[in-house]
């Protein structure tokens, strides 16, 4: 079963701030953030792999809340660059396989 | 370029026709995965491959689909008389091992997709 992101989109001006949410209804092994760019292959930004932790990518940052099966992404002082659709991978057994499913996507969208 | 390498990027079919498409995984990688990316939809997995192992085919369609990851050469993802719902991008990704391991930092790195259109 998919998670579920929120919000589906942003629109933000450069140097605000944006988080964005995945949770899962399954207990999860890892959780995994890609950006995609439109036309491109999603970009890997990080891996949170332990209930409570936290990662850090330049100002981009995420938490991981295993017991809630819950991640969030936190994107401070938006650039530009930041724009496209963010996808969370949550990995949990699958025939011991751990393979990643993706949600629908947040599409972000940052103007001047 | 030492990334994840697929192709053809870009596909037209008939329907009815045959589609293959190909994925070399990353150098030192020797774990395949594939998605399909619908438009406005996320990735759904498809199929996990190892050498000449097919590990998880729990995505893949049952009938017109199959994947094949041989010793030598590219993954291949084949779809039989395809439909106009086959539209759609097809990415490959890779990992250096299997994604358990206690601290495993192993993640999955996607190729750039191909864009499969069937009319």
């Known amino acids: 079963q998919q998670p579920v992101q929120s919000p589906q989109a942003v629109i933000l001006r450069e140097g605000e701030d944006a988080v964005i949410n995945c949770s899962s209804s399954k207990a999860l092994y890892s959780v995994h953030w890609y950006r995609q760019k439109h036309g491109e292959a999603p970009v890997f930004l990080m891996i949170?792999?332990?209930?409570?932790e936290q990662k850090g990518h330049e100002k981009i940052s995420a938490s991981f809340n295993e017991k809630k099966q819950q991640s969030s992404l936190y994107l401070t002082a938006s650039q530009l660059s930041y724009s496209g659709t963010y996808f969370c991978g949550t990995a949990s057994s699958s025939g011991g396989s751990y393979i990643p499913t993706f949600g629908r996507g947040t599409s972000l969208i940052v103007h001047p | 370029n030492a990334g994840v390498m697929q192709n053809p990027r870009h596909l037209v079919r008939r329907r009815g026709q045959e589609a293959r498409l190909r994925c070399s995984p990353m150098?030192?990688?020797?774990?395949v995965y594939w998605y399909r990316q619908l438009p406005e939809e996320g990735l759904k997995f498809m199929v996990y491959l190892q050498k000449e192992n097919i590990i998880d085919e729990s995505g893949m369609p049952k009938e017109r689909f199959s994947a094949e990851f041989p010793k030598e050469g590219p993954s291949i993802l084949r779809i039989q008389q395809v439909v106009r719902g086959d539209s759609a991008a097809y990415f490959c990704?890779?990992?250096?091992?299997?994604?358990?391991?206690?601290?495993?930092?192993?993640?999955?790195?996607f190729g750039e997709g191909s864009w499969l259109t069937v009319v």
């Open positions: 949170l792999l332990k209930g409570g």
């Open positions: 150098k030192g990688h020797s774990h």
């Open positions: 990704a890779s990992s250096p091992a299997d994604l358990t391991g206690v601290g495993s930092g192993n993640t999955i790195y």
